[in-house]
């Protein structure tokens, strides 16, 4: 379609309401506002009632007379009419709040993807759902005499983003309002791994209060999060929907050491606090939390370290950017400020008040209210809603038990002709379906009993990988891309069934996990922790000299190859996945996956197990190859050339190995970037705060490692006579990997070279309290005198080479890094350092703790780098469980060697 000048532009604005106009009684005055020029906007304006009887409207996506969305406003109600057709709809839920009094009322709407929001003086009084009219004018309609609409202007909403890691020495995009605000740096930022942070300082507790802001008061619906630490235990938080310094929202913590350990949720209304929610939990004094608020409409949910501790619901919850809160007098810390936009495809109905026109009712009785939606039909019925161009999302619902007929939940639906469908049945016969072109193909069917409770339900659809959980469990899974995008819907056939709770979210694209920062990258000394892949010793059978991840990839995961033109025709690739270990930094393509890549005239593509073919493709492509991607999900394998998707197989029975590696014949071409993503590996780097991991006894922070150089710094933990602990927050499960690259620090010891060298310790199966609940990989324990693993307090196993295996204690020590693997597969344990195995131990009752501790003894370590890969990642820890008591170690139960 042409793109029209703004001249032409202008004059059909005047003709769409100039038609408008001539189409409505005299006593009503049209007027075109300012066009927005994306389909997310906010109208602000001022509209104050001149009568007793007051008439004004503004006018969204109007394509003419007949098609538009009207919001009306008189004494008595606000609400939201669809005109389709010429025809009069209301739609969404309405308010009985309106015009009162002489006074002018601030007006706020807001027009998202698929929402229509209406904000009057602060307050959401009326909200719908609906993208019949996506694009189209914007305007304003009075009754004459009755009412004046001021000042009224279409704003862009803008980009909802922010990352702030506070990287430079100037916090440029951030305002201070009252306190005292400061970057803080270390004293060479090229040299250390997170160089900068922010602190505020309170003047006078609580009335002036340190604040800083950031972002735009258009924001709304994001997750904002922030790490923050405060030695103090002085009350911190982190405000949203911050307007100005009198009106806010506010997500505040108190400490466990203060007098009322609570977290509260409250409204700053023109300076007067209300209290919207409050819980007995608190911020552990000294430690790094991360906190976060997601606002989602008008529910707000607050979290500390990934729990979800309050949630409110305020109808105050309008809009507005962000602000850093404290009022310690001496100094909170902040870092890493994330604020992100989710709603691109977020919805959720929580059935509690009827919302006309959210849904399209395709045949049956629908009716909603209390929390629940109730449709009754003879034969299959549908009540549809959403965007038509959700993608990747997750849906979830509430299904109500019922002793007769189907119900289900439709996706990706598109028409009467084109849609998926979850139908399970009264019997328990669960089905995913298709019908593409009205045609029907059964793609997973299961049989289960209905529960007799509602059945949480939830159906993913990445990419078009469908699979189908109930309660927690997945049930079923099918592989389909034929339909890439669509609406919702619920379904019922032959019955009355209810549903509740429904939400539909888009997880975020994962990220690579990626290597140390770049600071260190070309430092000689440090290349022990800077290599993430490592060739193989020698050519295979073929000729091919393999390269592998070093970290363990459980389940899901892919590895992806970009490449400049400089691939040639005559290139093979093979690439691996979920493949056994030869060793720690070596993989056996033979026991896992491989996705095989060449040419013969066109690239072709086949999927081995265990060194027989599964699947075999020939793609319709023959130009260079610039991304090769090979990554599985679930009980499924796919293979992608330059991002086009050339093959994919199911296999029954899913390989467990955990290692993934490439090869290419000839050797790889120049400028090769290999990357491996995985949602059961997490890199720590320390480039932002360490707020995953807690200190449980010693000081961590980052800090330098050389006395005689102090610009070069890492995280790292120190203590004398006695134990530095820090506890990673999050439980794994299953089989592990966890690896650690670290160095004895030197100090001011009078002790020749590194005589105080010892005890670079890991701890994992334990229970997050007491190190002696699990295993502990001891290096170098007992004064540099024993290298060995214990169980519960029991020496289990030592080292192959005692005296090989331990601090060598000479100067040798000063740039010297260690890198330590431990591998868990079932019972059997090993411990590799430096690539070299240590031990070996298999336990016949291995132990179910799940926690992973750092830790050292009289020491110092620095720790530039450490990673995990699970099995089974679960949540943070609840900041409320945690202990103060200082946890046990070996030395309190074996303070000598015999």
């Known amino acids: 379609m042409p793109r029209l000048c703004s001249r032409t532009a202008a004059c059909l604005s005047v003709a769409i309401f100039v038609s408008l106009h001539a189409a409505r009684a005299d006593d009503y005055v049209y007027e075109a506002i300012n066009q927005p020029r994306l389909r997310q906007f906010n109208i602000v304006a001022e509209m104050t009632a001149l009568s007793d009887d007051p008439s004004a409207s503004i006018l969204l996506g109007v394509r003419n007379k007949d098609n538009c969305y009207r919001i009306d406003f008189t004494r008595s109600s606000t609400r939201i009419v669809k005109i389709e057709m010429g025809r009069e709809i209301p739609i969404g839920s309405s308010s009985d709040k309106g015009l009162t009094g002489k006074e002018a009322h601030a007006i706020v709407v807001k027009r998202r993807r698929l929402a229509i929001t209406v904000a009057l003086d602060g307050e959401v009084v009326a909200e719908a759902y609906d993208d019949t009219f996506r694009r189209g004018r914007v305007g304003k309609r009075l009754k004459k005499g009755t009412a004046t609409l001021d000042g009224a202007k279409a704003y862009d909403r803008g980009e909802v983003h922010a990352g702030d890691d506070f990287m430079t020495d100037k916090a440029e995009d951030w305002k201070p309002v009252t306190g005292k605000w400061t970057t803080l740096a270390e004293k060479d930022p090229t040299l250390s791994s997170n160089p900068f942070k922010y602190s505020g300082t309170s003047d006078a507790a609580p009335a002036l209060a340190a604040m800083i802001k950031a972002g735009s008061s258009r924001w709304d619906n994001y997750s904002a999060s922030v790490a923050v630490r405060d030695n103090t235990g002085a009350p911190l938080g982190l405000a949203f929907y911050y307007l100005d310094a009198n009106n806010y929202h506010l997500f505040k913590l108190n400490s466990r050491e203060s007098q009322t350990p609570t977290v509260q949720l409250l409204r700053v209304r023109n300076g007067t606090q209300a209290l919207l929610a409050q819980a007995d939990c608190y911020y552990l004094k000294g430690q790094f939390h991360r906190i976060r608020v997601d606002i989602d409409g008008t529910t707000a949910k607050a979290f500390i370290d990934d729990n979800n501790i309050l949630t409110a619901t305020d109808q105050h919850l309008v809009g507005g950017s962000i602000a850093l809160y404290t009022e310690s007098k001496r100094q909170t810390v902040f870092d890493d400020v994330i604020v992100r936009d989710p709603s691109q495809g977020h919805f959720k109905d929580d059935f509690e008040l009827a919302r006309p026109g959210t849904y399209l009712e395709l045949g049956g009785k629908w009716n909603a209210n209390s929390g629940v939606i109730t449709g009754t039909a003879k034969g299959p019925a549908k009540a549809v809603t959403g965007d038509t161009q959700w993608r990747n999302c997750v849906l979830s619902c509430d299904i109500h038990p019922r002793a007769t007929g189907a119900a289900g939940l439709a996706f990706y639906y598109q028409d009467e002709l084109n849609y998926f469908l979850y139908r399970a ?339 994992i199966a334990a229970d997050g309290r007491d190190l002696t609940s699990g295993y502990s990989f001891i290096y170098g324990g007992w004064d540099n005198t024993l290298t060995c693993l214990t169980r519960e307090g029991k020496i289990v196993a030592r080292a192959s080479e005692p005296n090989k295996h331990k601090f060598s204690r000479t100067s040798k020590m000063h740039r010297r890094w260690w890198y330590h693997k431990i591998q868990r597969n079932g019972g059997t344990l090993r411990w590799y350092v430096d690539n070299e195995l240590v031990l070996e131990y298999n336990d016949p009752e291995p132990l179910a703790g799940s926690r992973v501790a750092l830790w050292s003894y009289d020491v110092g370590i620095t720790v530039p780098r450490v990673r995990i890969g699970a099995e089974k990642i679960g949540p943070w820890e609840h900041p409320g469980s945690v202990s103060a008591a200082k946890p046990r170690t070996i030395y309190n139960i074996i303070p000598k060697l015999k």
């Not at 990988?465 to 890439?484: C, N, R, V, Y």
């Not at 019955?495 to 990626?514: G, I, N, V, Y």
């Not at 993989?587 to 491989?594: D, R």
């Not at 040419?599 to 090769?628: C, P």
């Open 425 to 763: 049945t009264a019997n328990g016969k669960r089905e995913l379906i298709r019908y593409f072109d009205g045609i029907k193909k059964v793609l997973a069917s299961v049989d289960r009993p209905l529960a007799d409770k509602p059945e949480r339900t939830v159906i993913s659809n990445m990419g078009g990988l469908i699979t189908l959980s109930i309660d927690g469990e997945q049930i079923a899974d099918a592989f389909d891309p034929g339909l890439s995008e669509g609406q919702i819907g619920l379904y019922v056939e032959d019955c009355t069934a209810s549903f509740s709770r429904l939400d539909l979210t888009t997880p975020l694209p994962p990220e690579p996990a990626m290597s140390v920062t770049d600071a260190f990258e070309h430092e000689k000394e440090m290349e022990v922790f800077i290599a993430d892949w490592t060739p193989s010793s020698r050519p295979d059978n073929y000729g091919r000299r393999w390269w592998w991840y070093r970290a363990g990839l459980f389940g899901d995961a892919s590895v992806e190859l970009d490449m400049t033109k400089d691939t040639v025709d005559n290139t093979s690739f093979q690439l691996a996945l979920a493949a056994g270990s030869d060793g720690p930094t070596s993989g056996s393509p033979a026991t896992g996956y491989t996705l095989s890549v060449w040419k013969a005239d066109y690239w072709h593509m086949a999927i081995s197990r265990q060194g027989k073919e599964i699947a075999r493709a020939a793609t319709a492509f023959k130009r260079n190859i610039t991304k090769l991607e090979f990554y599985r999900k679930g009980r499924y394998l796919f293979g992608k050339i330059n991002r086009k998707l050339e093959i994919w197989v199911k296999d029954e029975h899913p390989l467990t190995g955990a290692r993934a590696g490439y090869a290419l014949v000839p050797p790889e071409p120049p400028n090769l970037e290999a990357k491996v993503y995985s949602p059961n590996l997490i890199n720590y780097d320390f480039a932002r705060s360490p707020d995953a991991w807690r200190t449980a006894a010693g000081e961590w922070d980052i800090m330098a490692r050389w006395s005689c150089d102090t610009r070069w710094t890492w995280f790292g933990g120190k203590a004398r006579n006695g134990p530095a602990v820090s506890w990673n927050k999050h439980a794994f499960n299953g089989d592990f990997s966890v690896e650690m690259w670290g160095a004895i620090q030197m100090d001011s010891r009078p002790r020749k070279n590194y005589g105080y060298a010892r005890d670079m310790n890991v701890t």
